[in-house]
Antibody
Framework: QVQLVESGGGVVQPGRSLRLSCAVS????????MHWVRQAPGKGLEWVAG????????YYADSVKGRFTISRDNFKNTLYLQLNSLRPEDTATYYC????????????WGQGTTVTVSS | QSALTQPASVSASPGQSITISCTGT?????????VSWYQQYPGKAPKFLIY???KRPSGVSNRFSGSKSGNTASLTISGLRAEDEAHYYC?????????FGGGTKLTVL
C-alpha cells in the first residue's frame, strides 16, 4: 500500500527553523520526483517545492525561495523540507505528494503536518 | 506565479451536472496540457481526480471529466451526489513550478 507520512511540524517563533520529514512506503521512492504543498488555515492549496527523483533538481515557489530547501534520502525513503527564517504567513498544514508525472497529477498525498509560526 | 482563477462557490441539486472553470494565462494553462484537478473534504488531504487536462486515473468515477479551451480548463461533475460536496482545486504547470486555483466550494442542495 502506497503511503506517505509527514512529521516534524510544531509551533515555532518567527525567524526560527524547522525540518519536516515525509516517510514513504509502498513504491520505489528513488524512481519518482516529489513535491511539498501547503495549506494555510481556511485557505487554498499552495505548491511549495519539488525535487527530481535523484535530488539533482530542485524547484521552489517564489514565496519560499531562499528560505526553504527540499531534499531527499533515497536510502531512507524519506523526503525533507528544511524551513528557515520562518514567518507567520508560513503557518499551514504541509503535505508531501507523489506526482503521477512530475508536473501533473499529484496522485498520492500524506495526511499533512501542521506548522504554526507565532511568537 | 499568480493563482489560477476559480469561482468561489457553485451549487446544484442531486442528479444535475455542474462545471467548475479554472482560468489561467498563456504562460500556464494555455501553454501546456498539464492541468490537474483535486477534491478535498474538510480536514482531509486532497484527492487526485484529473491530470493532463482530460485524463482520469483508474479508480476515479467517470462522472468526473476534464476539458480545456484556450487559457481556461474546466471540471464537469455529472449526476451530482451528496458526497460530491467538497472543495475542488485546479492546478497547472507554470514556469518550473505548479500553481493552484483558489478553490471552489461545491454545495449539493
Amino acid at each position: 500500500q502506497v503511503q506517505l507520512v509527514e512529521s516534524g511540524g510544531g509551533v515555532v517563533q518567527p525567524g526560527r527553523s524547522l525540518r519536516l520529514s515525509c516517510a514513504v512506503s509502498g513504491f520505489t521512492f528513488s524512481d519518482h520526483g516529489m513535491h511539498w504543498v501547503r495549506q494555510a488555515p481556511g485557505k487554498g492549496l499552495e505548491w511549495v517545492a519539488g525535487t527530481s527523483y535523484d535530488g539533482s533538481n530542485e524547484y521552489y515557489a517564489d514565496s519560499v525561495k531562499g528560505r526553504f530547501t527540499i531534499s531527499r534520502d533515497n536510502f531512507k525513503n524519506t523526503l525533507y523540507l528544511q524551513l528557515n527564517s520562518l514567518r507567520p504567513e508560513d503557518t499551514a498544514t504541509y503535505y508531501c505528494a507523489k506526482p503521477y508525472n512530475f508536473w501533473t497529477g499529484l496522485d498520492v498525498w500524506g495526511q499533512g503536518t501542521t506548522v504554526t509560526v507565532s511568537s | 506565479q499568480s493563482a489560477l482563477t476559480q469561482p468561489a462557490s457553485v451549487s446544484a441539486s442531486p442528479g444535475q451536472s455542474i462545471t467548475i472553470s479554472c482560468t489561467g494565462t498563456s504562460s500556464d494553462v494555455g501553454s501546456y496540457n498539464l492541468v490537474s484537478w483535486y477534491q478535498q473534504y474538510p480536514g482531509k488531504a486532497p484527492k487526485f481526480l484529473i491530470y493532463d487536462d482530460i485524463k482520469r486515473p483508474s479508480g476515479v468515477s467517470n462522472r468526473f471529466s476534464g476539458s480545456k479551451s484556450g487559457n481556461t480548463a474546466s471540471l464537469t461533475i455529472s449526476g451530482l451526489r451528496a458526497e460530491d460536496e467538497a472543495h475542488y482545486y485546479c492546478c497547472s504547470y507554470a514556469r518550473s513550478g505548479l500553481v493552484f486555483g483558489g478553490g471552489t466550494k461545491l454545495t449539493v442542495l
